[in-house]
């Protein structure tokens, strides 16, 4: 079992930023892959972005690009998704999880076993 706790949404401006944060414990592994993704009202999950735990490449979808930084502390077991330059469309419910196999990146919401309960962030206009 994993236990993946989200923390760091909030209500931000336009241009604005903010930092997620994603606590894993249970049975964590430094060749974990990690994914953060959003779930806006009445719409599909979406992936945001995912990197490995042991010094994998990092991965992002078009509308993070450019914006969205993720990154890892292996010594707190904790995934970090930083966001600049928010837009009023970033605005959904931010979740991290661990895919089904551990090592393998996806953009998949299928693909993905442990998940977190979710961190609300909404941006302003």
């Known amino acids: 079992q994993v236990q993946l706790v989200e923390s760091g949404g909030g209500l931000v401006q336009a241009g604005g930023s903010l930092r997620l944060s994603c606590a894993a414990s249970g049975r964590t592994s430094s060749n974990f892959v990690m994914g953060w993704f959003r779930q806006a009202p009445g719409t599909e999950r979406e992936f945001v972005a995912a990197?490995?735990?042991?010094?994998?490449?990092?991965y992002y979808a078009h509308s993070a690009t450019g914006r969205f930084t993720i990154s890892r502390d292996n010594a707190k077991n904790t995934v970090y998704l930083q966001m600049n330059s928010l837009k009023p469309e970033d605005t959904a419910v931010y979740y991290c999880?661990?895919?089904?196999?551990?090592?393998?990146?996806?953009?998949?919401?299928?693909?993905?076993?442990?998940w977190g309960q979710g961190t609300q962030v909404t941006v302003s206009s």
């Open positions: 990197l490995a735990w042991s010094g994998g490449g990092t």
């Open positions: 999880a661990v895919p089904f196999a551990r090592g393998v990146v996806s953009g998949n919401v299928g693909d993905y076993e442990y």
